[in-house]
C-alpha cells in the first residue's frame, strides 16, 4: 500500500508565494512520474506540473514562469513551488504519482488535497 500525504496549503494574498509538498510512503520499489494536478470550485481537475525520473519537467500554460516543480527522491517528496498567486489559482491542489510498489506493481496513487486560496 503507498500513501501519498500533501501539506503547505493555505490563504494567501494575490502576489504571494506557498510551497506545497507531498510525500509519499509505503512499499515502495520505484516511482515513476510525480504530479500536480489541481481542482477549483465547478471546474474540471487539470494537471498543474509534472516532473519524470530524470527531472524533466512540463507545466501548464497558465502556471509556466510562476510555479515550479521539483522532486526529493530520497525523501520520496515532490514538491511544487508557487510564487505570484493570483485568485484564479485557487483550488484544491492534488498530488499523483506512478508508483511501482511491492506487491501491487505499478499502479497510480493520489494524496487527499490540499486547499489554496488566494484572496485580498
Known amino acids: 500500500q503507498v500513501q501519498l500525504v500533501e501539506s503547505g496549503g493555505g490563504l494567501v494574498q494575490p502576489g504571494r508565494s506557498l510551497r506545497l509538498s507531498c510525500a509519499a510512503s509505503g512499499s515502495i520499489f520505484t516511482i515513476y512520474t510525480m504530479n500536480w494536478y489541481r481542482q477549483a470550485p465547478g471546474k474540471q481537475r487539470e494537471l498543474v506540473a509534472g516532473?519524470?525520473?530524470?527531472?524533466?519537467?512540463n507545466y501548464a500554460d497558465s502556471v509556466k514562469g510562476r510555479f515550479t516543480i521539483s522532486r526529493d527522491n530520497a525523501k520520496n517528496t515532490v514538491y511544487l513551488q508557487m510564487n505570484s498567486l493570483k485568485p484564479e489559482d485557487t483550488a484544491v491542489y492534488y498530488c499523483?504519482?506512478?508508483?511501482?510498489?511491492?506487491?501491487?506493481?505499478?499502479?497510480?496513487?493520489w494524496g487527499q488535497g490540499t486547499q489554496v486560496a488566494v484572496s485580498s
Open positions: 516532473i519524470d525520473t530524470g527531472g524533466n519537467t
Open positions: 499523483n504519482a506512478k508508483v511501482y510498489s511491492i506487491g501491487a506493481g505499478v499502479a497510480d496513487y
